[in-house]
Structures are given as structure tokens and as C-alpha cells.
């Protein structure tokens, strides 16, 4: 498995910097979520299957980035987004991290930033230029005092090309906010994510928005800025759903990510360091690649990822992996590190980026939208992380506490006649090699699915099928011994 940084967001706060990890929080309704429930009937939107018309940039696409006046009581942009202050801690797991709160960060308007680059272009351009011109009048030939550039032939392009990235971002980019998680009114984190209801709802990744009391603010590409609050989240798929209250956003339409084939061109788009609605593009390098994200107490993440070598970088996390007809095929979530980057030494994309795939985001953001949580799957069974053999291995009584089996009384593997000892070696015709990538292969799938496992015992190989349960309603007891990993 690979060391992963969970897509960062960038810390904002001076004298505070803490690890910024995919944790687990708890996954209980927020307190506000109740209201979701009456909104459930409209589901996240379905691309229809039919082949793609080609994008052709919607009419508020050409005033994405125009400055527009602030709603009577909305807070400014600037008031709330500003650079990103450099994070001062690190780690070799973090989600593509958040940026921590703290001292009140400059302004980061875009005209400002622009003025400033052109200002010391402009300057080095005149030292330059002057002294120049005096030595070519002092000792250079006779020549013009004014020359003319050559000029470009054909008509200029008016309109990005359909079907190019050009015109995918043109209509994807309204669709993709940038998200500061608040506790206090103090912002703790920045990331990105992506509209999905015309209603009010973004989806993004949980570590964006776990340092939040809830609140967060949310800032559109035209500039606006309204207030949101968390309505669900997960931290085994590192999801989470928030929302406001407009009904007129735009959402974008969650594609089929196993349609994906590697090679296959893909657009990332979010707000690396804060700098929102960045583009970038690359291609699938991998599919259903085995992901862990985050190393807290409570829990991890584990995705059956969509690899990518599109730039990823902290403050991507929750942005949409897009394919060329413009769809979501994936929630940019992760990246993986050199050997001893960290945040503080500036880690950052080397090509290898991980997105949470979009049938996977699908089931879980509906989930959220109307329960506040969604149902893990499980089996039943403990399985030891500490064996290095041939599959993955179950867990038997003399490893446990007091009490406590490898295989739980009643549950989907029980009754599969799965028995403590035995040898997973493949779910669903796929090898597995370790418990993490198990985990994975369960967890792509959702509670009711039948599986079929590949069980080795006494040197033979037998498939079984089970139906998964959810993890609510399969007791593992006393599951915390590190050597093991309930499942």
C-alpha cells in the first residue's frame, strides 16, 4: 500500500499547525441535517448513457470569473479566502491536506495578485529596457525607433473548440467551488468541492470539513460567497455533503467510473493552495488501485481509487476527476509522496493522484443527503493484518481479547461457513494480497450486495457466497486489538 497524503488543504493558522490527516469523526446526523430529509426524492443527477453531446460553454461560463457584486448580507470573498499560510507540520499519510487557521491571512484577490506579478515583471522589464536602449543608441547600428511585431494570420478563436479541455472547463468551472471549514467563525482548512444538486448540495471529501463546527463557508466562481453547513459525512469513504441555501446552482452529473479505461483522458479541477478553479489534466494511470487514507484512531479511509498523474496538489481535495464528455468520474482525494516529503518540506504532486470513483461517491452522497451517514459494508469477520502469507487470513480466538472471535456469531461470514483460520485469497475472481486491499474490495460494494469469496482451508480452495450486512448491525465486540482489523 502506498503512504499516502489525503489530498491536502492548506493550514491557515500561525503557531498551531497540526498533522493534517484523513481522521475519523463522528458520523452522526448534524444537528441541521433533519431538513435534508424532505429533499430527498431528488436524487443526485444520472448521466443518461446516451452519447455525449459535445460541451459547448454555458452563457455564465464567459462571466465565471467577472467581479460581481456581493448579495445585501453575503460576506466578500476577501474577508474570507486569502493565501494560504505554508502548513509547519507534516506527515507521510495526509489527505490532500487542509490550510489550519490562525493570524488573519492577506487578502488573496485576483487583481491584487495579478498587479503585484505584473509590477515586478513591469520593473525588471524597465531596468532592462533602459539600460538596453542606452547601450544599443551608444554602440548598436542605426536602426527604427520603433519596430512592429509580427501579427497572427486568421481569424481569432472566439469560442473554445467543442469537446476540447477548453470547452469542458468552460461549462464544468460555475459547478466547482472552493470550501473553508469554520469552528468559531475562525477558518480551520480550505478545500474543494463540486455541486450536485440544484438545490443546495456540494459533495467533497470528509477531511476538508472535519476540523469544522459544522459551518463552512463556500466560495462560487463568480466570486460570491455563502454560508454552508455540513448535512452528512463519512469518514470510511472520506465523503461529506454540504449545503446552501440557493436553488439555482448548476450541478454536475456523476458519470460511470467503470467506464474508465486507463490511458483515458481525465481534467482535475479545484484549488491547490487556495488558488481557486485550477485546471489541470492528465490521464487514468490505474483503476480500482487500493488506497488508504488517514491514520487516526477512530478509522481510515479505503478506496478502490482511480489513479491519475493530472496535477493534485493540497487543496484539490473534494474537486471533481473529470472525464472529456465533462462528467464526474472521481472525487480527488489523495496523492502519494516521496519518501520523507511532508507538508512542511512542501509536498506535493509528483503524478500520482488517487479520486474516490463516482459509483462509489453516488451511493454515499445520496446516503448523506438523506440520512446524515452512510451504511458500510462488512462481512463479520476479524482479519489479521500481521500475516504475510499467501491472501488474508481471519483471525482466530488465541490472537483476540477475552471474549471476542474471529468470525462474529450469525453474521454474513458465519453463515457463508467462513471459519477462523481460514485463508481469504480472492473476492469476486480478484486476488487479494493483504487485508487493506480486502477491505477495499468489500467496501467498493454496499450492504445487500452478494459477494463471492475464494477461501482456502486445509490446502484447497472453495468459494463461498455471502451477502453483506452493515457494519451498525454486526457487534465485533472489543475490536481494537492492533493486530487486527474488523471487517
Do not use: C
Not at 472535519?210 to 459551518?215: K, V
Request: aromatic share 4%.
Amino acid at each position: 500500500m502506498s503512504q499516502l497524503f489525503a489530498s491536502p488543504e492548506e493550514p491557515q493558522a500561525e503557531g498551531t499547525a497540526t498533522t493534517l490527516v484523513a481522521v475519523t469523526v463522528d458520523d452522526s446526523v448534524s444537528p441541521d441535517s433533519a431538513a435534508a430529509d424532505t429533499n430527498v426524492a431528488q436524487a443526485v443527477p444520472v448521466a443518461d448513457g446516451s452519447a455525449p453531446s459535445p460541451y459547448a460553454p454555458p452563457a455564465h461560463a464567459s462571466a465565471a470569473y467577472a467581479a460581481a457584486p456581493a448579495a445585501p448580507n453575503a460576506r466578500t470573498p476577501d474577508a474570507i479566502f486569502g493565501t494560504p499560510m505554508p502548513e509547519q507540520g507534516g506527515t507521510a499519510h495526509y489527505s490532500v491536506p487542509p490550510v489550519e487557521g490562525g493570524l488573519p491571512r492577506p487578502p488573496r484577490g485576483r487583481k491584487g495578485a495579478f498587479a503585484g506579478i505584473a509590477a515586478l515583471a513591469l520593473l525588471l522589464g524597465t531596468a532592462g529596457g533602459v539600460g538596453g536602449a542606452a547601450a544599443y543608441e551608444t554602440w548598436g547600428p542605426d536602426q527604427p525607433s520603433a519596430a512592429t511585431l509580427p501579427i497572427a494570420a486568421g481569424t481569432p478563436v472566439s469560442h473554445a473548440e467543442e469537446g476540447s479541455v477548453a470547452a469542458v472547463a468552460q461549462a464544468v468551472l460555475p459547478s466547482v467551488v472552493q470550501i473553508e471549514a469554520t469552528n468559531g467563525g475562525a477558518g480551520t482548512a480550505t478545500g474543494s468541492g463540486l455541486i450536485i444538486r440544484a438545490d443546495g448540495y456540494i459533495l467533497t471529501n470528509n477531511h476538508v470539513i472535519e476540523s469544522s463546527d459544522g459551518a463552512v463557508s463556500v466560495l462560487f466562481s463568480d466570486g460570491h460567497v455563502e454560508e454552508g453547513k455540513v448535512v452528512g459525512k463519512s469518514v470510511e469513504y472520506d465523503l461529506a455533503v454540504v449545503h446552501v441555501e440557493r436553488t439555482d446552482l448548476t450541478p454536475l452529473v456523476l458519470g460511470d467510473s467503470e467506464a474508465m479505461l486507463v490511458g483515458d483522458p481525465v481534467i482535475a479541477i479545484g484549488s491547490p493552495l487556495g488558488l481557486d478553479s485550477t485546471v489541470t489534466t492528465g490521464i487514468v494511470s490505474a483503476v480500482d488501485r487500493p488506497v488508504t487514507t488517514g491514520d487516526s484512531a477512530q478509522g481510515a479511509a479505503f478506496i478502490a481509487a482511480i489513479q491519475t498523474d493530472a496535477a493534485i496538489n493540497p487543496g484539490n481535495s473534494g474537486g471533481p476527476l473529470l472525464n472529456s464528455a465533462g462528467e464526474v468520474i472521481g472525487i480527488n482525494s489523495a496523492i502519494a509522496a516521496l519518501p520523507g516529503a511532508t507538508q512542511a518540506t512542501g509536498a506535493g504532486s509528483v503524478g500520482l493522484g488517487f479520486a474516490i470513483p463516482s459509483n462509489q461517491a453516488r451511493r454515499v452522497s445520496e446516503e448523506l443527503i438523506a440520512n446524515g451517514k452512510a451504511e458500510v459494508p462488512v462481512i463479520g469477520a476479524l482479519l489479521d493484518i500481521a500475516y504475510k502469507g499467501r491472501g488474508v487470513r481471519v483471525s482466530d480466538s488465541s490472537q483476540l481479547s477475552a471474549g471476542q472471535s474471529g468470525v462474529v456469531a450469525g453474521s454474513p461470514a458465519d453463515q457463508a461457513g467462513i471459519k477462523e483460520g481460514d485463508i481469504i485469497v480472492a473476492i469476486d475472481g480478484s486476488p487479494v494480497a493483504d487485508a487493506d486491499t480486502a477491505v477495499v474490495r468489500i467496501r467498493s460494494h454496499a450492504p445487500g450486495d452478494t459477494v463471492t469469496f475464494t477461501v482456502e482451508r486445509d490446502g484447497k480452495d472453495t468459494d463461498v457466497t455471502l451477502t453483506l450486512a452493515s457494519l451498525s448491525s454486526v457487534d465485533y465486540k472489543d475490536s481494537t486489538v492492533a493486530s487486527d482489523a474488523p471487517q
